[in-house]
């Protein structure tokens, strides 16, 4: 179902409540821009709250996922107040921090801070941003066609909207070094080699792959990978004592969710659970019946 356009991409809602992001301009390669980023934090603070919602895809239109910022010196288009530039810009220094604080880093932000899982389904070109907020995604699938890479440095630039990070993250600080120096781009099949994706795939396969992917996520259960997915990723910062005492807390939630009573339940009547009895309208199962409670 189609959900509507903004600016720069396109959403429509798939079955097992997957919202699907479709970067639209592919006369720029899906190039970005203020605008752009902006309708796209709103989009995911949107998806954020909003429980139809469990597992969100990104992919591009034409030859791109989405190939870095508009470099092109296009003047913005002025028509309207929804696509007037945002106040400032980078042409001073503060301008230059304000913009990459509160636009392009908040797109990064905003993917890591949303609790539904996320999928990059890149299609060819995932440059600079683009590259970026496929790393900031927690799951990639790549067409082999695919090309990605940082490359900032073949424009005198940096990965400003955190890209150093999250390729740290992925290749460590020796396998980051050699991969923004030397200003690689990679094919789908390298990425996956490196480890920068999860699944590359023949070109026309690659949505059937991210969606049965996102189905999969979909019918897990909701509550508890949510708080695993935070817990995850504060993990990789956090020491082995506040690792264990973020997973506790968290556990303290989710052993008593409707969810964890499904799972238990059917694992002594040895079935497949049905989870997310709340998210579909469904009687969830009885809360004073857990059954490690009683020592099942």
Same mark, same amino acid.
């Given at each position: 179902?189609?959900?509507?356009?903004?600016?720069?991409?396109?959403?429509?809602?798939?079955?097992?409540?997957?919202?699907?992001?479709?970067?639209?301009?592919?006369?720029?390669?899906?190039? /970005? %821009? !203020?605008? $752009?980023?902006?309708?796209?934090?709103?989009?995911? #603070?949107?998806?954020?709250?909003?429980?139809?919602? &469990? +597992?969100?895809?990104?992919?591009?239109?034409?030859?791109?996922?989405?190939?870095?910022?508009?470099?092109?010196?296009?003047?913005?288009?002025? /028509? %309207? !107040?929804? $696509?007037?530039?945002?106040?400032?810009?980078?042409? #001073?220094?503060?301008?230059?921090?304000?913009?990459? &604080? +509160?636009?392009?880093?908040?797109?990064?932000?905003?993917?890591?801070?949303?609790?539904?899982?996320?999928?990059?389904?890149?299609?060819?070109?995932?440059?600079?941003?683009?590259?970026?907020?496929?790393?900031?995604?927690?799951?990639?699938?790549?067409?082999?066609?695919?090309?990605?890479?940082?490359?900032?440095?073949?424009?005198?630039?940096?990965?400003?909207?955190?890209?150093?990070?999250?390729?740290?993250?992925?290749?460590?600080?020796?396998?980051?070094?050699?991969?923004?120096?030397?200003?690689?781009?990679?094919?789908?099949?390298?990425?996956?080699?490196?480890?920068?994706?999860?699944?590359?795939?023949?070109?026309?396969?690659?949505?059937?792959?991210?969606?049965?992917?996102?189905?999969?996520?979909?019918?897990?259960?909701?509550?508890?990978?949510?708080?695993?997915?935070?817990?995850?990723?504060?993990?990789?910062?956090?020491?082995?004592?506040?690792?264990?005492?973020?997973?506790?807390?968290?556990?303290?939630?989710?052993?008593?969710?409707?969810?964890?009573?499904?799972?238990?339940?059917?694992?002594?009547?040895?079935?497949?659970?049905?989870?997310?009895?709340?998210?579909?309208?469904?009687?969830?199962?009885?809360?004073?019946?857990?059954?490690?409670?009683?020592?099942?």
């Amino acid at each position: 179902m189609h959900l509507g356009t903004r600016t720069g991409f396109d959403t429509r809602l798939e079955d097992s409540g997957i919202l699907v992001v479709t970067f639209n301009r592919p006369e720029t390669l899906n190039a /970005s %821009n !203020a605008p $752009m980023k902006r309708d796209l934090v709103e989009t995911l #603070t949107q998806a954020q709250m909003d429980d139809t919602i &469990r +597992v969100v895809v990104f992919t591009g239109a034409g030859a791109a996922f989405w190939a870095g910022d508009d470099l092109s010196g296009r003047k913005p288009d002025r /028509s %309207n !107040a929804a $696509m007037a530039p945002i106040f400032g810009g980078h042409h #001073t220094p503060t301008g230059t921090y304000n913009g990459l &604080r +509160v636009i392009s880093q908040a797109v990064n932000t905003a993917i890591r801070n949303l609790d539904k899982l996320t999928i990059a389904a890149i299609n060819g070109f995932a440059i600079q941003t683009g590259f970026s907020l496929a790393l900031a995604c927690d799951f990639r699938v790549a067409a082999r066609s695919a090309k990605m890479g940082s490359a900032t440095l073949r424009f005198g630039l940096l990965p400003d909207e955190g890209g150093q990070y999250l390729l740290v993250q992925h290749l460590g600080v020796a396998g980051a070094m050699d991969f923004m120096m030397r200003k690689r781009i990679v094919d789908g099949e390298t990425a996956h080699q490196l480890g920068l994706v999860h699944e590359v795939v023949d070109d026309p396969d690659l949505m059937t792959a991210a969606l049965d992917l996102a189905r999969e996520l979909a019918d897990g259960p909701q509550m508890a990978m949510r708080m695993l997915k935070r817990s995850i990723y504060l993990a990789a910062e956090q020491t082995w004592a506040h690792s264990l005492e973020d997973i506790a807390a968290r556990t303290a939630v989710t052993d008593f969710h409707a969810d964890a009573i499904e799972g238990g339940r059917a694992f002594l009547e040895k079935r497949s659970p049905s989870f997310n009895a709340a998210l579909e309208g469904r009687e969830p199962p009885n809360a004073d019946d857990i059954p490690w409670a009683h020592g099942e």
